[in-house]
């Protein structure tokens, strides 16, 4: 008899609550539908057509909603809305909702949609829905590298944008053999390239038969590394003193400069590492006159230093560094450096406005 009346005390405990837990999802999605309509009160409550597409857009991928998509006056915002909604939800006769026409480049609105879904759902039949034949393409190769299947890019009619398929899989999957099944110098170079710096194997770079690619594996590695050693590597001089320029002027190392090749990009190099450190003595190295005054201006009215103003050789740039300090200083008297005449008296305007507005 007591069994009995366990038995029917659980089942009623689980009918009580059974329907508590109902209610309680009734009560979130009574709450989830409110919010969502307040939201939706606040953008027919805007009253500018830009700003409130802005808002229907934004509620309505967040939402998963296609029917705030229809509030959009935009005809491209709605395309937008619909096609984000069908990447998102997977679902393909979302899609059938977009308002087709073709870009200046020749593309079908409606067949982004289908080809975005496709590479969202990882099915390659969807992209048979595509018409036009260069998304369609674009949409297999998409598919090929979400799925990292290579053999789907042999549906691929197009023999660069195959290759370019077989290029983005060997990288996602560092395998360096898939390079092999690319004939293209240039996109077996690229390869190789991204696969080196992304296993560190340098030794990949020599594979490259591409020289611009060769150099620039080679320069990625030595900038990746700080090593200018194999800036030595880079077989074009202008790629090389780039490369060395660049890891002087990261490490603020000047004694680095002087193995650039080029003259301006040699002074570039002592100019930014001078700036960096505020170190007058380095733009002493600069060999280009304009470059230097430069140099010693900038430095000047970053710290101050009026008798770095007195290095300059270019008279209207010493004038300029004058008024800069004058200018930062609110110093009125360093306008009197200046020869009199419009530029001091500019100087002297500069100060007192700068005074009023502290």
Not at 179 to 192: D, L, M, Q, V
Not at 251 to 261: F, I, M, Q, R, T
Not at 294 to 320: G, H, L, P, W
């Amino acid at each position: 008899m007591k069994l009995k009346w366990l038995i029917v005390l659980l089942i009623i405990g689980l009918v009580l609550l059974s329907s508590c837990v109902q209610k309680r999802v009734e009560i979130k999605n009574t709450a989830v539908t409110e919010d969502k309509q307040k939201l939706n009160d606040t953008c027919d409550k805007i009253n500018s057509s830009i700003k409130k597409d802005d808002c229907f857009i934004e509620v309505a991928i967040k939402n998963k909603d296609i029917r705030l998509c229809e509030k959009i006056s935009s005809n491209s915002v709605k395309n937008t809305c619909y096609t984000n909604i069908a990447k998102s939800t997977k679902d393909i006769i979302i899609c059938e909702k977009v308002i087709d026409y073709i870009s200046i480049l020749n593309l079908s609105a409606k067949d982004k949609c289908y080809a975005l879904v496709a590479e969202a759902a990882q099915d390659i039949s969807l992209c048979e829905q595509v018409s036009n034949s260069f998304q369609k393409n674009v949409c297999y190769g998409n598919v090929a590298l979400a799925t990292k299947n290579i053999l789907l890019c042999e549906k691929i009619a197009t023999e660069n944008l195959k290759e370019v398929c077989y290029r983005n899989i060997a990288i996602e999957t560092r395998d360096i053999k898939l390079c092999e099944k690319i004939s293209s110098n240039r996109e077996k170079g690229w390869c190789y390239r991204n696969i080196a710096l992304l296993t560190d194997k340098i030794d990949l770079c020599e594979e490259i038969s591409d020289n611009k690619i060769k150099d620039d594996c080679f320069s990625q590695f030595a900038i990746g590394n700080e090593d200018i050693v194999l800036c030595e590597r880079v077989v074009n001089i202008s790629e090389r003193s780039d490369c060395v320029a660049f890891i002087a002027m990261d490490s603020a190392k000047p004694n680095l400069c002087e193995k650039v090749y080029d003259a301006p990009k040699k002074d570039e190099c002592y100019y930014n590492i001078a700036l960096q450190t505020n170190d007058t003595n380095i733009c002493e190295k600069i060999t280009e006159s304009k470059t230097k005054d430069y140099c010693y201006s900038d430095i000047a009215t970053e710290t101050n230093d009026v008798s770095t103003c007195e290095k300059i050789t270019d008279t209207s740039e010493r004038e300029f560094c004058y008024r800069g300090i004058a200018a930062n200083t609110q110093n009125s008297s360093l306008c009197e450096k200046i020869p009199e005449g419009p530029k001091r008296d500019k100087c002297y305007s500069i100060v007192i406005e700068l005074s009023k507005i502290k």
